[in-house]
């Protein structure tokens, strides 16, 4: 027996991470729920939240938080607030809610072998293990990183009041629009040849350190192992990982008086074009921009230590705990265990917390591209794309279907969160077919369910986090 369909609201929108404590008041976001013939709601439509920040982006400016933020309940638009992020999921900070405002967390405990899986259920209790999000960047993100689940523990232990969550956070960001991020240390032989052609760089950085640093990478310019860490020459990685850990510990341990010093030096240098031979190259406007943003911020010299990864619509990055990064540019979906968990040390106005977070870091380096995901097709779909990073906490879809097309989605073995966020379609399961109304509307689906999307007459584009258990041979 076919049931009518109820509504849910996924959580409100955000700002970035680097600005909890100027969090605006919630904005509610909807999940909608569909029952079919089986028992249990398959295909809930939610209400996320958003939260607005000047680390996000304007409408104007093609914000996509801003875009799928303006149709939620009781959200109080504005076109000319940058909106920085949009949260899916039942982690405290910005729960989502169903339409009649029951918190999803709370629905999903009513049923929660039934909604989530007894799988799931058993190993993660009523809640979601991953933390859905969309994110428009139009300010650079903090220095930052997050920790594996024992710091996260003590930490949240000894600091509860700034890491509140005793979880780790690997994370992936996928990109909707061009994206831009540092993301993990180049390889050290280009930081070695950032420090002889950038002389501000290395006067922050020290001339014992950068001549130590220099010696060590050039006497062993030859081997991979200076290239990437992942290079099987194990004892000389690890030679090379103290290097450089000792080299950005001076960095971000640098006085505020000698960084302001060589960032003005270096800033000049580069409007005067002084700078035009010299390695910055195509990195010259990225300077200039994040001076803008972030005045003689030491953060400003992470340019030449940390890869700058370019991301097209539909490339993705995955980047595991303890690891350094910073988003710059773009609008992504991104997904992580769910933890609101960041170490700050640069690029931001908030809580640095420096010591710890040159002290987590596994100091893994190599080229940019080694951050890519290699997507594959999901099982047997025509037009649905899956990311499966290396942990158990979530895997998403992309699903691109041109006008007329559909795929089919075979039952997943754990429970989901599908956002709409492009084009008009149906969601369908069983006897039951939603068409979405608006671009940003969220689906919370079942464990079990199949699922088809189908295009009407336009491109419809959705991503779909969900978390699954293999079946037990």
């Known amino acids: 027996m076919a049931h009518k369909p109820c509504h849910a609201k996924p959580s409100q929108a955000r700002a970035s991470d680097d600005d909890d404590d100027e969090r605006p008041a919630p904005t509610k976001t909807t999940i909608d729920q569909a029952r079919d013939t089986y028992p249990r709601p398959e295909i809930p439509n939610g209400q996320p939240?958003?939260?607005?920040?000047?680390?996000?982006?304007?409408?104007?400016?093609?914000?996509?938080?801003?875009?799928?933020?303006?149709?939620?309940?009781?959200f109080q638009y504005d076109e000319n607030k940058p909106y920085a992020e949009l949260w899916m999921g039942t982690h405290t900070s910005l729960p989502s809610k169903l339409m009649d405002g029951k918190l999803l967390s709370d629905h999903l405990s009513s049923d929660p072998a039934q909604l989530l899986g007894k799988q799931i259920s058993d190993q993660y209790g009523s809640r979601l293990p991953f933390l859905f999000k969309v994110l428009a960047i139009g300010k650079a993100l903090s220095i930052q990183a997050h920790p594996d689940r024992q710091l996260a523990i003590k930490l949240h232990r000894e600091r509860p009041d700034v890491y509140k969550d005793d979880n780790h956070k690997p994370e992936m960001a996928i990109a909707i629009t061009p994206f831009s991020g540092f993301c993990g240390?180049?390889?050290l032989n280009q930081i070695s040849k950032y420090l002889e052609d950038v002389p501000e760089f290395?006067?922050?950085i020290g001339e014992e350190t950068t001549n130590r640093f220099l010696e060590i990478i050039t006497s062993d310019s030859s081997q991979p192992s200076v290239a990437s860490s992942t290079s099987t020459d194990q004892a000389s990685v690890k030679k090379h990982q103290a290097v450089l850990k000792e080299l950005f510990e001076k960095l971000m341990n640098a006085s505020t008086e000698s960084v302001t010093e060589q960032v003005q030096k270096l800033i000049k240098?580069?409007?005067?074009?002084?700078?035009?031979?010299?390695?910055?190259?195509?990195?010259?406007?990225?300077?200039?921009?994040?001076?803008?943003?972030?005045?003689?911020d030491v953060g400003i010299f992470c340019a030449f230590v940390l890869n700058v990864v370019q991301l097209e619509p539909g490339q993705a990055a995955?980047?595991?705990?303890?690891?350094?990064?910073?988003y710059l540019t773009g609008d992504i979906v991104e997904c992580m265990a769910s933890s609101d968990n960041v170490v700050r040390a640069g690029l931001t106005p908030k809580l640095r917390d420096v010591p710890t977070l040159t002290?987590?870091?596994?100091?893994?380096?190599?080229?940019s591209a080694s951050q890519l995901m290699k997507p594959t097709l999901f099982k047997s779909c025509q037009h649905t794309t899956l990311y499966d990073p290396p942990i158990e906490e979530f895997s998403v879809l992309l699903t691109k279907l041109s006008p007329g097309?559909?795929?089919?989605?075979?039952?997943?073995?754990?429970?989901?969160?599908?956002?709409?966020?492009?084009g008009s379609g149906t969601i369908s399961t069983g006897g039951q077919e939603i068409a979405p109304k608006h671009e940003g509307q969220v689906y919370f689906i079942a464990a079990g369910t199949p699922v088809q999307i189908s295009a009407k007459e336009s491109t419809f584009v959705t991503y779909r986090a969900f978390v699954e258990v293999a079946d037990q041979a």
């Open 405 to 422: 097309e559909q795929d089919q989605h075979p039952p997943i073995n754990g429970p989901s969160i599908l956002i709409v966020t492009q």
């Open 269 to 296: 240098r580069i409007e005067s074009g002084g700078g035009r031979d010299k390695p910055f190259g195509s990195d010259e406007e990225l300077l200039l921009r994040l001076n803008d943003q972030f005045p003689d």
């Open 202 to 204: 290395a006067a922050v």
């Open 185 to 187: 240390f180049r390889p």
């Open 359 to 367: 002290e987590m870091l596994t100091y893994s380096y190599g080229p």
């Open 49 to 74: 939240n958003s939260r607005a920040h000047p680390s996000g982006s304007i409408w104007k400016d093609g914000s996509k938080v801003a875009e799928y933020s303006k149709h939620l309940p009781d």
């Open 318 to 326: 995955f980047l595991q705990a303890d690891e350094p990064h910073a």
